[in-house]
Nanobody, 122 residues
Framework: QVVPVESGGGLVQPGGSLRLSCTVS????????MGWYRQAPGKQREQVAV???????YYADSVKGRFTISRDNDKMILYLQMDNLKPEDTAVYYC????????????????WGQGTQVTVSS
């Protein structure tokens, strides 16, 4: 599908874990770096993590050491393992394919799906 489909969100207590999944079409996934983004209420969408075709990964400072992005190139699935979750991680999480500016900065270039809600609360 052209529009990504995210899943795996839910309600979790602080310190807990979730694993998000995202499926996109083979034609996009096989040639693209992929990224996870999130949008909290009243805030702009922000980049969380990016993984290149070769497996190189990049993280926002706020999630380094807690989140792990990975991809299954056979199944065309993107994952985000989220550990030690904090209330400030509460947001709707989206995935999409990403491009890279000459400066090395990543930017979202694909369609947005419905996202999956992650709520961290006691």
């Amino acid at each position: 599908q052209v529009v990504p489909v995210e899943s795996g969100g839910g309600l979790v207590q602080p310190g807990g874990s979730l694993r998000l999944s995202c499926t996109v079409s083979r034609s996009i996934f096989s040639i693209s770096s992929m990224g996870w983004y999130r949008q909290a209420p009243g805030k702009q969408r922000e980049q969380v993590a990016v993984i290149t075709i070769g497996g190189g990964s990049y993280y926002a400072d706020s999630v380094k050491g807690r989140f792990t992005i990975s991809r299954d190139n056979d199944k065309m699935i993107l994952y985000l393992q989220m550990d030690n979750l904090k209330p400030e991680d509460t947001a709707v999480y989206y995935c999409t394919n990403v491009g890279t500016y000459d400066t090395g900065i990543f930017y979202p270039r694909g369609s947005w799906g419905q996202g999956t809600q992650v709520t961290v609360s006691s």
